[in-house]
């Protein structure tokens, strides 16, 4: 099956700087890439999300970079705010199911 | 904002109580998911479906059954509930093929 791996656990920026979160798998079928956001009290939401015949994607101050040679992909997150703060997901999917990674908590500080 | 509705939000229940969690969908996708998460974040499957009649174990073993009799309801049901199963429950859906999952708003869980 496959094995998704998220780093870091926890990162603390200040804001207005970056915001990187790693993410590698193990199945090189996976072909779907999407990242969550998840608030405190709520369930998570899609915020990018990348097919493996795409290297790279950006919307406004969020970007997602997909190398399938080494089976890794970033979430890139630019002049961070406060409400960017909240736990990070990264997926892999093949079709029918989404095996996640372990979460990063990200906090922006004022 | 996605049409996934998960019920109660919050439900405190003694120990050996039936329970069961909604999960309602009104987006026509015929694969939904169970996820179970716990306070260290992580999200671990526990169920899913891939239609009306079918229903897989996930990767974590759990002790809920699900059932899925009609397209847009995946409920969860604890027989016997025990403080173990104290967690957060997360509800998912998705169209199918490479597209995004939908999640509920999650039930937390505390037995008692």
């Known amino acids: 099956g496959e094995n998704v791996e998220q780093h870091p656990s926890t990162l603390s920026v200040q804001e207005g700087d970056s915001a990187v979160i790693k993410c590698t798998y193990s199945d090189s079928a996976s072909n779907y890439f999407p990242w969550y956001k998840q608030e405190l009290g709520k369930g998570p939401q899609l915020i ?34 406060p409400e960017d703060s909240a736990v990070y997901f990264c997926a892999a999917s093949k079709g029918n199911q989404f095996y996640f990674g372990t979460g990063t908590s990200l906090t922006v500080i004022p | ?20 969690l909604e999960c309602s969908q009104t987006m026509g996708h015929d694969k939904m998911y169970w996820y179970q998460q716990d306070p260290g974040m992580e999200l671990h499957l526990i169920h899913y479906s ?7 174990k996930g990767d974590l073993s759990s002790e809920s059954t699900v059932s899925r009799i009609r397209t847009e309801h995946f409920p969860l ?30 039930t937390r869980l505390t037995v008692v």
């Open chain 2, 1 to 20: 904002e996605a049409d996934i509705y998960q019920t109660p939000r919050y439900l405190v229940i003694g120990t050996g109580k039936k329970i069961t």
């Open chain 2, 50 to 56: 891939y239609g009306v009649n079918s229903t897989e």
């Open chain 2, 77 to 106: 049901t604890l027989e016997s509930a025990r403080p173990s199963h104290t967690s957060q429950y997360l509800c998912a859906s998705g169209g199918g093929g490479n597209t995004e999952a939908f999640f509920g708003q999650g």
């Open chain 1, 48 to 81: 990018i999300d990348i097919r493996s015949n795409v290297g790279e994607k950006k919307d406004q101050r969020i970007a997602v970079t997909l190398n399938k040679t080494a089976k890794h992909f970033s979430l890139h997150i630019t002049e961070t705010q």
